[in-house]
C-alpha cells in the first residue's frame, strides 16, 4: 500500500509529482561546514567561515555560488580538488559589488527614461490622467492588443485608487487638481510599469520617445524590457554574473555596432554572447550613460573582475568570464 515508487538519487514518485525522501532538517553552522568539508570543500578557518555563514546564510552563500567549484563528473555533489570555502566568499562577494556597480547607474538610465517618456507622452496627450490614459490612446489595433492595453489601464486605475491614500502628491493632485499628471504618476509606477506603458503606445509614439535616443522603436523596446528585466535583479539582490542562466525566459537585444566593434557574431546553432547576459546589459547601457560615466563604470567592473581573479587558486577567472570588460574601453 506504500503511495511511493522508488526513484533516482533519494527521490520518491507518485502520482502527481515526485517527493525527496532526504529531509532538509536543521544544522548548526559546525554542522554545515562538516557537510561541505565531507564533499571535499577546504574550510583553513572555521571561525571566520562560520561568520560568514551567519551573515549571509548557508543558502545564499553555497548554494548559490558552489557551482563553479562543483566537480561535475561525479554524481555525488564534490568539490573540486583544491576549493576552498573562502573562494565561494570570493564570488559571493564580488557578485555583490559587482550588481551594486550596475544598479547605481541603472536607476541612472531608468530617471532618463522615465523623464523622456512622460515628456513625449504628455505634449502628444496632455496632463489630465482622464485623457492621456484613455484607450484610443493606445495600441488597439487588433484584439490581443486591445486586451492588452485594457488591462494595463485597469491596472493603472486600480493603482491610482490604491495609492490614493499611501502616497500624499497622489492624493494631493487628485483632490485639489482634480486630474494626476503623468509625470506625477510615474513617481509611484516601477520600473515594470513604465516599460509595460511604452510596450502599449502607438508606433508614433513610440518614436517621438525612441528618437530622443537615437534608437528605433523596436530597439529601444527591445533594450528597455531587457533592462527592465536586469535592473529588478539587481534591485532585489539576485546572483547576477550568471543572469542568462538565472533568467526564466531571458530577453535579448539587438545586435548594435559595438557588438560588431567586439567581434560578436550572432550564433544561429547556440547562444551568442553580448544578446541575453551581463555583457548585453553593459552594450546596452553605453546608449543611454554620458560619455563621462561609462568608462568609470566599466573600469570599476574590470577592477572587481581582476580583484576576484587574485582570490582564486582552484578554477581560474574564464570560469565566471571569458570577456575582458576592459575591451569595451578601447571601442
Known sequence: NNPYIHGYRGY????????????????????????LESRGLIVENRAAAIEYLSEIG??????E??????????QIETYIEGANFFEIVALYEFDCLFREYLLIDLLRIEKRIRTAIVYSFSKTHGHRHQEYLKTNNFRIDTYDNFLHTIEMLTDLDKKIKNDFMRFNIISHYATRHGYIPLWVLVQVLSFGDVNRLYQNMTLADKQEISKTFNLSANDFGSVLAFMCGFRNKCAHGERIYTYR????????????????????????????????DVLALLIAMKLFMKENRYP????????????????????KINAITDHKLGTILSI
Not at 532538517?25 to 557537510?35: G, P, V
Not at 548557508?58 to 548554494?63: A, G, R, V
Not at 555560488?65 to 561525479?74: C, E, G, R, T
Open 12 to 35: 520518491y514518485f507518485y502520482i502527481g509529482g515526485f517527493y525527496n525522501m532526504s529531509e532538509k532538517e536543521f544544522k548548526t553552522y559546525d554542522q554545515q561546514l562538516d557537510i
Open 58 to 63: 548557508y543558502y545564499c552563500l553555497i548554494n
Open 65 to 74: 555560488y558552489k557551482d563553479p567549484f562543483i566537480n561535475n563528473k561525479l
Open 245 to 276: 542562466k538565472d533568467a526564466a525566459k531571458p530577453k535579448s537585444i539587438p545586435t548594435f555596432p559595438l557588438h560588431k566593434a567586439l567581434k560578436i557574431v550572432d550564433n544561429a546553432k547556440g547562444v551568442t554572447p553580448g544578446k541575453e
Open 296 to 315: 568609470l563604470l566599466i573600469a570599476n567592473l574590470d577592477s572587481s573582475l581582476k580583484n576576484l581573479d587574485t582570490k582564486l587558486s582552484s578554477i
